[in-house]
């Protein structure tokens, strides 16, 4: 079963930066295209970063710019560049499958624990 484990969030003041990882196991990750998502309290999850398997990448309007989405697949891991942070950038941070593509186990999507990025004014 593939499994997903985020990591790298915490606390950060506004204008400062931070970098997520995302381990990913159970699958081959260089044939995947990936992609960071992020859901505020009472908000619908959204898209922030995609990179296909051959490095291509796209962004959400609101970060693009200060983020950067880069994929290691040796080390099976993808990763969130996040600079200049701003508080509305407060949320749980997941990675998965980009787009229509998200993990499954049994048949349902599968999402990790995520980690959550908290931004201070």
């Known amino acids: 079963q593939v499994q997903l484990v985020e990591s790298g969030g915490g606390l950060v003041q506004a204008g400062g930066s931070l970098r997520l990882s995302c381990v990913v196991s159970?699958?081959?990750?260089?044939?995947?295209?990936m992609g960071w998502y992020r859901q505020a309290p009472g908000k619908q999850r959204e898209m922030v970063a995609i990179?296909?398997?051959?490095?291509?990448?796209n962004y959400a309007e609101a970060v693009k710019g200060r983020f950067t989405i880069s994929r290691d697949n040796a080390k099976n891991t993808v990763y969130l560049q996040m600079n200049t942070v701003k508080p509305e950038d407060t949320a749980v941070y997941y990675c998965?499958?980009?787009?229509?593509?998200?993990?499954?186990?049994?048949?349902?999507?599968?999402w990790g624990q995520g980690t959550q990025v908290t931004v201070s004014s």
């Open positions: 998965n499958g980009a787009g229509i593509y998200t993990f499954k186990r049994g048949g349902y999507d599968y």
């Open positions: 159970g699958t081959i990750l260089s044939s995947k295209a």
């Open positions: 990179i296909s398997s051959v490095g291509s990448t």
